[in-house]
């Protein structure tokens, strides 16, 4: 049986949230400016690492911001990470 991985930008909460069957697996904590989004830190539920969740999670909020126009800065080291690995985005660093 395969999984619903659902990722939703909570932005009274300032965070990514990604949910697995409905259940929170995660966030991504960030800061916005009017230009800038600043991703604070990155939490995968225990129980849970290892599935691609973290990477499922910081593509979907570095697609976000390249939708919204918006500059990244990666304070998180997971998400600096990512875009270390994933040179598509290194564009959207300011």
Do not use: W
């Amino acid at each position: 049986m395969s999984s619903r991985i659902t990722v939703a930008d909570k932005s009274l909460s300032s965070r990514y949230e990604i949910t697995v069957d409905g259940e929170l697996a995660g966030f991504l904590t960030y800061r916005l400016s009017p230009e800038l989004i600043t991703f604070v830190h990155t939490e995968i539920d225990p129980e849970r690492e290892g599935e691609g969740l973290g990477g499922d999670l910081v593509q979907y909020a570095l697609d976000d911001a390249r939708e919204r126009g918006l500059g990244v800065r990666p304070v998180c080291p997971f998400v600096a990470a990512f875009i270390n690995r994933h040179m598509e985005y290194a564009d959207l660093v300011v």
